[in-house]
């Protein structure tokens, strides 16, 4: 069935490098994207998200980019800080705003690790 | 603004045992969702309400697994009996609409199933 999953499950990164995450989808009619920080023993935490019509989007230190002829999504952390060491996910919604109903559909995740 | 409440944090049971979650989701929030997490998986989503009504329950097994959320506030989550499969984290989550809206995470609740 359709999908959104991960090229790589682990990332480790120096402090201060740049890091950059990857995800597959495969459902082309996905409109909705968002990427997710979980923290051991927390929930998910909203990152960014990006809507279809875009092909990027920035937001503090992270950026989100979008290639909807390959299906890739992909998250920038720039600086990448200890803090930053977590489970990252991306999620889609398809027909956001129609039968959906913004049913999230989550990839497998990366670890990412940041060392000092 | 106080994020979405979650209880318990943990519980151990055994097979066949019953167990039930509770989620307070953020004041105003009208959508709320249930998720299933297993280790090492993404969350997957259980059952979603809107308002006091089910808007999607495809993936809730209904053999064993229920919630409500009658007065649209409060949601409990319920297995009954509960099998090894279901160890996992069961996520609450709240947003203030349907549609892509920003989805809000409680700290979930791990299930262990002995």
């Known amino acids: 069935g359709e999908s959104v999953g991960l090229h790589l499950p682990t990332l480790s990164v120096q402090e201060g490098d740049n890091s950059i995450i990857n995800c597959a989808y495969s459902?082309?009619?996905?409109?909705?994207f968002i990427w997710y920080k979980q923290e051991s023993g927390k929930g998910p935490q909203f990152i960014i998200d990006?809507?279809?019509n875009m092909d990027k989007r920035q937001g503090q230190r992270v950026t989100v980019l979008l290639n909807k002829t390959v299906k890739h999504l992909s998250l920038q952390i720039a600086a990448t800080q200890p803090g930053d060491s977590a489970v990252y996910f991306c999620?889609?919604?398809w027909g956001a705003g129609g039968t959906s109903y913004g049913k999230l559909t989550f990839g497998q995740g990366t670890i990412l690790t940041v060392h000092p | 603004e106080a994020g979405v409440a979650q209880s318990p944090r943990y519980k151990i049971i055994e097979k066949r045992q019953s167990v039930a979650f509770w989620c307070n989701p953020i004041?105003?929030?009208?959508?709320l969702y249930w998720y299933q997490q297993i280790l090492g998986q993404g969350p997957k989503l259980l059952i979603q309400f809107q308002n006091n009504g089910v808007v999607d329950d495809s993936q809730l097994p209904k053999d064993r697994f229920s919630a409500e959320r009658l007065k649209g506030v409060d949601s409990t989550l319920k297995i009954q009996p509960a099998k090894l499969e279901d160890s996992a984290v069961y996520l609450c989550?709240?947003?203030?609409?349907?549609?892509?809206?920003?989805?809000?995470f409680g700290p979930g609740t791990r299930l262990t199933v002995l």
């Open positions: 990006i809507r279809s």
């Open positions: 989550a709240s947003s203030l609409a349907l549609g892509a809206d920003t989805q809000y």
């Open positions: 004041s105003g929030h009208a959508t």
């Open positions: 459902n082309s009619a996905s409109d909705y």
């Open positions: 999620a889609e919604i």
